[in-house]
């Protein structure tokens, strides 16, 4: 059962190797009479992080990020950004009494394309690889002394992919986005505003 996990999970990736390649290459394939857009913009978001083997006891955390990316003519593009999630806290199910101060980064890139319509509005699927950072953390004994914590980090990286729909104008982008993540260590679920400059 678990090398038929594995090699899901394999297969997986190197799908997502492959359409992004597809998708990266076809992004620059414009001509001379047309031209791509590039865009530059932040976000604000909510999430939901859920960790192995711990409980989360806040359930939302709390996540802003950056953005730069590029859109061709026929639609194809490319978008390289960063997001960072605070205000996570867990405990743990395997040792009673321990809790866990999480603070998860993302960087990523993710080939993208983008359906513009006649009114304004834009849909755009993202699917691409995240390599992502927790550090956290570990109080043993809370009771004993709230200030003894360890500090750990795990890193990692996995597929990543996302979808964004909003308003799209000459120079403004504004939207609203939903992103998944699901690594060995951590799955990220979230979604929010994002605003962009295209130039």
């Given at each position: 059962?678990?090398?038929?996990?594995i090699?899901?999970?394999?297969?997986?990736?190197?799908?997502?190797?492959?359409?992004?390649?597809i998708?990266?290459?076809?992004?620059?394939?414009?001509?001379?009479?047309?031209?791509?857009?590039?865009?530059?913009?932040?976000?604000?978001?909510l999430?939901?992080?859920?960790?192995?083997e711990?409980?989360?006891?806040?359930?939302?955390?709390?996540?802003w990020?950056?953005?730069?990316?590029?859109?061709?003519?026929?639609?194809?593009?490319?978008?390289?950004?960063?997001?960072?999630?605070?205000?996570?806290?867990?405990?743990?199910?395997?040792?009673?009494g321990?809790?866990?101060?999480?603070?998860?980064?993302?960087?990523?890139?993710?080939?993208?394309?983008?359906?513009?319509?006649?009114?304004?509005?834009?849909?755009?699927?993202?699917?691409?690889?995240?390599?992502?950072?927790?550090?956290?953390?570990?109080?043993?004994?809370?009771?004993?002394?709230?200030?003894?914590?360890?500090?750990?980090?795990?890193?990692?990286?996995?597929?990543?992919l996302?979808?964004?729909?909003g308003?799209?104008?000459?120079?403004?982008?504004?939207?609203?986005?939903?992103?998944?993540?699901?690594?060995?260590?951590?799955?990220?679920?979230?979604g929010?505003?994002?605003?962009?400059?295209?130039?």
């Open positions: 059962m678990e090398e038929f996990k090699t899901s999970k394999n297969g997986f990736r190197a799908l997502v190797v492959v359409l992004s390649g998708m990266t290459v076809s992004a620059f394939a414009e001509t001379e009479e047309q031209k791509g857009v590039f865009r530059a913009g932040f976000d604000f978001s999430a939901s992080l859920e960790v192995n711990l409980e989360p006891s806040d359930e939302i955390a709390i996540a990020g950056l953005k730069v990316g590029y859109e061709s003519p026929n639609g194809f593009g490319v978008e390289l950004g960063s997001r960072k999630y605070v205000n996570a806290n867990f405990f743990s199910t395997l040792i009673p321990t809790d866990v101060t999480l603070e998860h980064s993302i960087l990523y890139v993710l080939p993208t394309y983008t359906w513009a319509y006649s009114n304004n509005t834009f849909l755009r699927a993202k699917l691409g690889f995240g390599r992502w950072a927790s550090d956290y953390a570990v109080n043993i004994d809370p009771e004993r002394n709230s200030n003894d914590r360890e500090n750990r980090t795990e890193t990692g990286i996995d597929p990543y996302g979808i964004e729909g308003f799209q104008f000459k120079h403004v982008e504004l939207g609203l986005f939903y992103d998944y993540q699901s690594a060995d260590f951590v799955e990220v679920k979230g929010g505003i994002a605003l962009s400059y295209r130039f």
